[in-house]
């Protein structure tokens, strides 16, 4: 009995390490319902990202960031996003250096109640493994927060927050909040055997 009860502790244990670390940031708003978890397929990480923003309007309801899509690098070029949003504009592709992959983000939002059309988050941007940072024209605002944690092997998997379209008589605000999952050693050392 002992040894079947330590099989299936070390067998939990494994789906947690599997599924790894998530990094979260402290600004992020609680408007509308976390979307799927969306993955790099196993063995590879999210390198660049592209993101939609609805543009900021005078006297409009404005929802700034719409849609976040992240880029893998795996060879089929793999794009995942969690819940998309509704409106907006896609700008450029943002892209990691060659070689150096996603490891931490910051949300730039507009909180709840600090303005009279609320557009909670309204820009990102990531830190790449060499340090540099990469981001896009988003909208302008609100304040940055802190940089989330770092995930050293990369950035693997995300989820989004996103209130949906109310129509006209709601505040839209579309993204809330992103949270992204860790990439663990474990994938890429059991891929790295099986290319070879």
Known sequence: MKSMLGYVLLAAAGLLVAQGQVI???????????????????????ISYQ??????????DDSALNTLILFCD?????????????????????????????????????????TTDNTAVNNIRFKCSNDREINGLGNTGGYWGDYSDECLDGICGMETRVRPDGGIVVDNTALNDVRFTCCTPAIFNANKFKRH
């Open 74 to 114: 795996d060879a089929e070029n793999t794009n995942i996003t969690s819940t998309p949003g509704y409106t907006g504009n896609f700008q450029n592709i943002q892209n990691c250096p060659f070689g150096a992959y996603m490891k931490s983000f910051q949300l730039r939002v507009s909180p709840a109640g600090n």
């Open 24 to 46: 979260t940031v402290t600004n992020g708003e609680t408007d509308g319902r976390w979307g799927p978890l969306e993955s790099c397929p196993a063995g590879s990480r999210a």
């Open 51 to 60: 993101s939609s923003h609805e543009v900021d309007a005078p006297v409009v």
